[in-house]
């Protein structure tokens, strides 16, 4: 019996060695993982005056574009969403959770249009986390109703003037962030908004080549009823303002009555979405006698490649507003 209990206490000693060690053992792998991730995220993180760059986390390629204009040198951005993703059907990563959570600042867009992506703002605003929504400071009388519950269409960037607002959102953000580098954010601010009245400008003259009747932008998803709305356009998409729902044949013969009644010539497919829809639509069309053309690729909810002219919010506003005067004129 006694062996048998000195056995048992020595067992039970060994057992507890080894669970001391393997809890001792999994710490210190999550500090180190911690202090890796750290290091990566903020490595080589100096703007030229020395100081640490402030680490900016975004959604959209669109928004990325947005606070790389407004921070300048002085911040390191990490876009979620790439050129081609939809970012109604987003849903985040592991890697995307710990990107926002390891930024000093977070801008989205809202408006829900990162539709999958609510909660974690909440949580990441909560665990104290600089969270901004671009679009928080568009006057509602501004905004595009969607329904009687206070929904509202996401999609403000493709009006200059409200992305102007965003601009000035991203501004605030980065001087609360950063004060001490405020002259600097303001600088950036006021060229950019020239740029992008300028852009307003030109975008405007241009469309007037466009006569009234031909004024109609066709496209798969509802991306485009602030453009429409400033720039004089009627929308007509197959899908409503979100791409989370099927696009249903009935829409596709709607719409296709339509279209070849008003012999309108173009429609438009999106980057950020599966051309198949309006593909199935001129079909539609063509078979009721109307030759209609799809115009081009227009950018909805992504701009394009980084480091090509589309690659920039005015380079792929500007990519849209010829594609479509080449093809409704
Ligand atoms: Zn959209």
Known sequence: MGVFFTELKKSILIGSIVIVAIIVGISSTVFVQENNTDELTRENLENPSGSEKIVVTTTTNVITDLVENIGGE??????????????????????????????????????????????????????????????ENIPTESLLSLDNEG??????????????????????????????????????????????????????????????????????????????????????????????????IREIQN??????????????????????????LKAAVQDKGHDVVIGGELFSDAIGEKGTSEGTYVGAFTHNIDTIVQALK
């Open 74 to 135: 002085n911040v390191s951005v990490t876009g979620l969403m790439g050129p081609g993703v939809d970012p109604h059907l987003y849903r985040p990563s592991a890697s995307d959770v710990n990107k926002l959570q390891n930024a000093d600042i977070v801008f989205y867009n809202g408006l829900d249009l990162e539709g999958k992506m609510g909660d974690i703002f909440v949580k990441i605003g909560r665990e104290g986390t600089a969270v901004w929504a671009v679009s």
């Open 151 to 248: 929904h509202f269409d996401p999609h403000v960037w493709w009006d200059v003037q409200l992305w102007m607002e965003a601009a000035k959102v991203v501004a605030t953000g980065l001087k609360e962030q950063d004060p001490k580098n405020s002259l600097h954010y303001e600088k950036n601010l006021e060229e950019y908004l020239t740029q992008l009245e300028d852009l307003n400008q030109i975008s405007l003259e241009k469309i007037n080549s466009i006569s009234k009747e031909q004024r109609v932008l066709v496209t798969a998803h509802d991306a485009f009823q602030y453009f429409g709305h400033t720039y004089g356009f009627e929308e007509l998409a197959i899908q409503g303002w979100s791409t989370d729902s099927e696009a249903g």
């Open 255 to 280: 719409l296709s009555d339509e279209i070849s009644k008003r012999k309108i010539k173009a429609l438009f497919v999106e980057t950020s979405i599966s051309p198949a829809t309006i593909e199935a």
